[in-house]
Structures are given as structure tokens and as C-alpha cells.
């Protein structure tokens, strides 16, 4: 061969062959890519479409004495009726907290503002019709949550009374009316809810920044759980009043708030199942995820203005807040720990919220100010927006859902 062909044989086959080569030495030398999970984003809004059924919702309002079964469904929201509440006409009874039994025959309330402590009242649902004297409680009985079974009724005795020292939570035997115990926590106990299984009670304490968790057996704490910034933790079951030598300062809720909180924990609610318990930290616009099996922080969620009162949808994917000083609803999807909707409230305060059992509306409670009437707000939780608006009395507050029926 000639040597000018050998030598271009020679360059061609070089050129060839040196791609092959490095790329089998980079793939000796390069370690395997190890593929991490992905957060799944959180569904698109669906179309919007209306409700195929009648939902019912029972809301109280503090400063009328009244209670309100609010209706929506394909005809719109409406107040389907008013319920005088209160022994005496010239004593301001103050509704606040409602919850119904799980088989939507009975719903109990707390009144906050009785002589010399607030109440228990259960109604009868359909008529609606009081069951009984009212049971007296502690002071300041606010939120309130019943058993599965129906059988007890576990009240937070908020005391927005007097000095600010240790309160309670006060348990009630429903079938025959009768407090059975009044179990010592912290100061300002708020937010009243079981697990799943009703084998755990929670409430958070807004002035010792504590989760506290009670054993429905016992009815005695079973433990505490500290939410102070960078101190949280198992806390001794004896724990509580850091703040008694703290000034107290004005906050939206209406109450005095520690100046040494970090968190101020309005509400506990646990999760549709499992051990996770949401708690919302109001003084500082997050939510903290508590596991209760290892008692560590697993999550944090940034909110609007003053998340307040919380609720899980049943299907277990979305975390419902009020936000009170923001006047707000807000939607946090639980698979990626967004929030993928926050919309105004059709007034200020915004206060309670519940969901439908088949997770698809929102029904959120705010309270207005002054001779402003109260408002519940339904949001569909599919197409994200707000989908209805009825008026209620003055200073709108806890709220229950009740049922929901196929269109008549």
C-alpha cells in the first residue's frame, strides 16, 4: 500500500475508535446515578361543577345566642334555620364550640360567657330540641369534640377569666349528662380533637406554646409535647405556666398571648389516619406536623396571617386552615406540603371550618366585627373557589357539619 493511504487509513481509524474507547473509560470510571423520589405535585383544580346533593352545617354565634343550620346545595346557600339558644334573655350565653355525634343524631355546644362557668348543651337534631339542663363545665368552655362511639364529650375549658393559671378538660358521660372528669393540662387549652381510632385526645395550650395529649381511657395526660422554637420535645407531664412571669400583650384572638410563645397553639388536629398530629402555631403562621409514635417535628408549613382553627379532609389529602387575622381560607395539599389555594373570607375573623364527608366542600366560619353579621363561606375543594355565602349573627364561630342528602 502506498504510504500516503496507510498514514490516512491510520487517522481514519483512530478517529473512529477514540469515541468508543473514552466512552467505555468514562463508563468504568462514573459511579451508577442513584434516582431520589420526587414530591408528587399537587393535583390541577378540577372544572368547577355543582353540588349533586344538600349538605347541612350547624354554626354558633357568640354575641346572638343563636345557633344556624345553613343548607347548601343546588339551589344555593341558605339559612334553613335559627335556633335560640340561652336560659335567661338577659344573660349572654356565648356559643362557641359544636360538634356532632358521629351518627348525626345528636349535636353538643359549649357556651362560654355562663355564671358562674360555661356549658354543655346537647340538641336533638332534626327538631332541634335541647336535651336535658345544660351541664356546667369549667370557664370558658370552647372547643369540643365527641367520641366515635358518642359516648363522652371532651371540652377545652379555654378560661379567659381571671389570672392566667392552669386550666382544664373537662370529660362528659352524654347518655345521662354527667361530667365524669375534669382533667388539669395548661394554661388556655384550645383546639379539641381525637385521633382516628378515639383512643387519643389533643389539644394545644396557647399560652405554654405545649401540644398536650390525653388518654381517652384514663382520661389523665398521657403526655406533652413542647412547640416552643428550638426547644421542642417531650416535656415532664407537670409541665406548664413558663409564661407567669411574662407580660401579656394584645392579639387578634381576643385574648392576652405570652410575650415569651413562639408558637401559641390554637387548634390540634390529627390526621385522617396514622399518628401525625397538625398543630397551628398562630403567633408565628406555620403549622408544625408532630408524629405522636416518636414525638419529633416532621414537618413545617408555612401559612397566611393567623392560622386558627384546622380540619383534615376524610380521603386524608388535604390539611384545612382558617386563617383568623388574615380573614382567610387555605387549602395545603399533604403529599407535597404546598399550599395550592388561599382565598379571602367574605368578612374578617375568619374562625372554624368543616368538610364534607365526601371531601368535597369546605365550610368556613367568620366572625365579623361589631353589628357586622357573621358569615359561613363554602368552598369547593375540587375547583378551588369559593362557591356560596350565607349571613349568620354576630360573631360566628364553631361549626359542624351534619349531613349530606341526595337532591329531593
Same mark, same amino acid.
Given at each position: 500500500?502506498?504510504?500516503?493511504?496507510?498514514?490516512?487509513?491510520?487517522?481514519?481509524?483512530?478517529?473512529?475508535?477514540?469515541?468508543?474507547?473514552?466512552?467505555?473509560?468514562?463508563?468504568?470510571?462514573?459511579?451508577?446515578?442513584?434516582?431520589?423520589?420526587?414530591?408528587?405535585?399537587?393535583?390541577?383544580?378540577?372544572?368547577?361543577?355543582? =353540588?349533586?346533593?344538600?349538605?347541612?352545617?350547624?354554626?354558633?354565634?357568640?354575641?346572638?345566642?343563636?345557633?344556624?343550620?345553613?343548607?347548601?346545595?343546588?339551589?344555593?346557600?341558605?339559612?334553613?334555620?335559627?335556633?335560640?339558644? /340561652?336560659?335567661?334573655?338577659?344573660?349572654?350565653?356565648?356559643?362557641?364550640?359544636? &360538634?356532632? %355525634?358521629?351518627?348525626?343524631?345528636?349535636?353538643?355546644?359549649?357556651?362560654?360567657?355562663?355564671? =358562674?362557668?360555661?356549658?354543655?348543651?346537647?340538641? &336533638?337534631?332534626?327538631?332541634?330540641?335541647?336535651?336535658?339542663?345544660?351541664?356546667?363545665?369549667?370557664?370558658?368552655?370552647?372547643? #369540643?369534640?365527641?367520641?366515635?362511639?358518642?359516648?363522652?364529650?371532651?371540652?377545652?375549658?379555654?378560661?379567659?377569666?381571671?389570672?392566667?393559671?392552669?386550666?382544664?378538660? %373537662?370529660?362528659?358521660?352524654?347518655?345521662?349528662?354527667?361530667?365524669?372528669?375534669?382533667?388539669?393540662?395548661? +394554661?388556655?387549652?384550645?383546639?379539641?380533637?381525637?385521633?382516628?381510632?378515639?383512643?387519643?385526645?389533643?389539644?394545644?395550650?396557647?399560652?405554654?406554646?405545649?401540644?398536650?395529649?390525653?388518654?381517652?381511657?384514663?382520661?389523665?395526660?398521657?403526655?406533652?409535647?413542647?412547640?416552643?422554637? @428550638?426547644?421542642?420535645?417531650?416535656?415532664?407531664?407537670?409541665?406548664?405556666?413558663?409564661?407567669?412571669?411574662? !407580660?401579656?400583650?394584645?392579639?387578634?384572638?381576643? !385574648?392576652?398571648?405570652?410575650?415569651?410563645?413562639?408558637?401559641?397553639?390554637?387548634?390540634?388536629?390529627?390526621?385522617?389516619?396514622?399518628?401525625?398530629?397538625?398543630? +397551628?402555631?398562630?403567633?408565628?403562621?406555620?403549622?408544625?406536623?408532630?408524629?405522636?409514635? +416518636?414525638?419529633?417535628?416532621?414537618?413545617?408549613?408555612?401559612?397566611?396571617? @393567623? =392560622?386558627?382553627?384546622?380540619?383534615?379532609?376524610?380521603?386524608?389529602?388535604?390539611?384545612?386552615?382558617?386563617?383568623?387575622?388574615?380573614?382567610?381560607?387555605?387549602? #395545603?395539599?399533604?403529599?407535597?406540603?404546598?399550599?395550592?389555594?388561599?382565598?379571602?373570607?367574605?368578612?374578617?375573623?375568619? !374562625?372554624?371550618?368543616?368538610?364534607?364527608?365526601? %371531601?368535597?366542600?369546605?365550610?368556613?366560619?367568620?366572625?365579623?366585627?361589631?353589628?357586622?353579621? /357573621?358569615?359561613?363561606?363554602?368552598?369547593?375543594?375540587?375547583?378551588?373557589?369559593?362557591?356560596?355565602?350565607?349571613?349568620?349573627?354576630?360573631?360566628?364561630? @364553631?361549626?359542624?357539619?351534619?349531613?349530606?342528602?341526595?337532591?329531593?
Amino acid at each position: 500500500m502506498p504510504t500516503h493511504l496507510a498514514r490516512r487509513t491510520t487517522r481514519f481509524l483512530v478517529a473512529l475508535l477514540l469515541p468508543i474507547s473514552l466512552g467505555a473509560q468514562a463508563t468504568r470510571s462514573t459511579p451508577p446515578r442513584t434516582t431520589r423520589p420526587v414530591p408528587k405535585p399537587p393535583a390541577a383544580p378540577a372544572a368547577a361543577a355543582g =353540588p349533586e346533593a344538600n349538605y347541612f352545617v350547624y354554626v354558633g354565634a357568640e354575641s346572638a345566642d343563636m345557633i344556624y343550620r345553613v343548607k347548601f346545595g343546588p339551589e344555593g346557600t341558605k339559612v334553613e334555620k335559627s335556633i335560640p339558644i /340561652g336560659v335567661e334573655a338577659t344573660e349572654m350565653e356565648g356559643p362557641h364550640g359544636l &360538634q356532632i %355525634s358521629r351518627d348525626g343524631k345528636w349535636l353538643y355546644m359549649t357556651t362560654g360567657h355562663g355564671t =358562674p362557668d360555661g356549658k354543655l348543651w346537647k340538641y &336533638q337534631l332534626g327538631p332541634d330540641t335541647l336535651v336535658g339542663p345544660p351541664v356546667n363545665l369549667g370557664y370558658f368552655p370552647a372547643s #369540643i369534640d365527641v367520641t366515635p362511639d358518642g359516648l363522652y364529650t371532651f371540652s377545652a375549658n379555654f378560661n379567659l377569666h381571671g389570672e392566667m393559671v392552669p386550666s382544664s378538660i %373537662s370529660v362528659v358521660f352524654t347518655p345521662n349528662n354527667t361530667e365524669v372528669a375534669q382533667t388539669t393540662t395548661c +394554661t388556655m387549652p384550645h383546639g379539641s380533637r381525637f385521633n382516628a381510632s378515639g383512643s387519643k385526645h389533643y389539644s394545644g395550650c396557647m399560652m405554654d406554646d405545649l401540644l398536650v395529649e390525653l388518654d381517652t381511657r384514663t382520661f389523665e395526660v398521657s403526655a406533652k409535647f413542647s412547640l416552643a422554637k @428550638g426547644k421542642e420535645g417531650l416535656v415532664a407531664a407537670d409541665a406548664h405556666a413558663a409564661h407567669q412571669m411574662d !407580660h401579656k400583650v394584645d392579639n387578634s384572638e381576643g !385574648h392576652g398571648a405570652s410575650m415569651s410563645a413562639t408558637c401559641s397553639p390554637t387548634w390540634a388536629q390529627p390526621a385522617a389516619t396514622g399518628s401525625l398530629v397538625y398543630v +397551628t402555631c398562630n403567633k408565628a403562621d406555620q403549622i408544625l406536623e408532630v408524629d405522636a409514635s +416518636t414525638w419529633k417535628v416532621t414537618r413545617r408549613f408555612s401559612t397566611g396571617v @393567623g =392560622p386558627y382553627n384546622l380540619a383534615v379532609t376524610p380521603d386524608g389529602k388535604y390539611l384545612l386552615v382558617s386563617l383568623k387575622k388574615g380573614a382567610g381560607f387555605e387549602m #395545603i395539599d399533604l403529599a407535597s406540603g404546598q399550599s395550592v389555594y388561599r382565598e379571602k373570607l367574605s368578612t374578617t375573623i375568619g !374562625h372554624g371550618v368543616a368538610v364534607s364527608p365526601d %371531601s368535597r366542600y369546605a365550610f368556613v366560619s367568620s366572625e365579623g366585627v361589631g353589628a357586622q353579621p /357573621g358569615k359561613v363561606d363554602v368552598f369547593d375543594l375540587a375547583a378551588r373557589q369559593k362557591v356560596g355565602t350565607a349571613d349568620v349573627g354576630q360573631q360566628a364561630s @364553631g361549626i359542624a357539619f351534619w349531613k349530606m342528602d341526595k337532591r329531593q
